[in-house]
């Protein structure tokens, strides 16, 4: 039976939800049944919805809220949504006690290392550097040997897309960072004692059609929502 695989949405103009069509697509293509999940307010409503499901994607969209981890917005910080991060907070909270299988893309990356305690660099050109270019452009990461993420990918290089002007700042207690771009900006995250948790900063779904790397994140997450 196909694994049932829950999406966390965009809110457009406050009143519409959306998910790109490449998460569904990837997620198919893999094996999956995938389906958009709605808004809710508090963790016991995510709760359940959760139980129905087999595994959670925390997708990427707007910047969350600074308030989120304790600082004040920087002129630089894009766009947020307070009923987004009310939202994937509450599915979070839910899920640290119905531990379903977990993949984060881009701010999904963001918001589970904000919600678990971490923090962020809220424009990484102005704050961090620009020695690397992560705004619409290619460059390549070094993939931490031993952790989840070698393993899946089964290399400690790889070539990676760059969609985000935002990035961990303080990696949250529990998780481990298991790859990083050339200025060391964090690129992926699992967490400590769980085989079926992982995010990435960049965007595989919109390139696994042709990519056997990206390809490798969805087989390996639907695999282990399957395995439930």
């Keep these: 039976m196909k694994p049932l695989i829950g999406l966390t949405c965009s809110l457009d103009n406050g009143s519409r939800c959306a998910v790109n069509l490449t998460y569904f697509n990837a997620l198919r293509a893999s094996g999956a ?11 016991e409503e995510a709760a359940e919805y959760l139980e129905k ?3 959670v994607l ?24 307070a009923a987004r991060d009310l939202a994937e907070k509450s599915y979070f909270s839910a899920l640290r006690k119905i531990k379903l299988p977990t993949l984060g893309i881009c701010r999904g990356l963001q918001s589970l290392n904000v919600f678990a305690g971490g923090s962020l660099w809220q424009d990484i050109p102005s704050q961090y550097g620009d020695t ?5 452009a290619e460059h390549e990461i070094e993939i931490a040997p031993g952790t989840l993420f070698a393993r899946v990918m089964g290399s400690e290089r790889i070539k990676v897309n760059s969609y985000h002007h935002q990035g961990i700042k303080r990696l949250a ?14 690129e992926a995250i699992c967490a400590q004692g769980r085989d079926d948790f992982l995010a990435v900063q960049y965007h595989p779904e919109m390139i696994c059609t042709h990519d056997e790397n990206a390809k490798r994140i969805f087989d390996w997450f639907v695999g282990v929502c399957a395995g439930r």
């Design 33 to 43: 049944l995938p389906v958009a999940l709605p808004y809710v307010v508090t963790a």
């Design 53 to 55: 499901l087999d595994g």
């Design 58 to 81: 925390f997708t990427g969209g707007a910047d969350i809220d600074p308030a989120e981890y304790g600082e004040e917005r920087h002129e630089k910080c894009g766009e947020i949504c």
């Design 132 to 136: 690397t270019a992560h705004s619409n």
């Design 173 to 186: 207690p529990g998780y481990v960072a298991c790859a990083h771009a050339p200025d060391g900006i964090t």
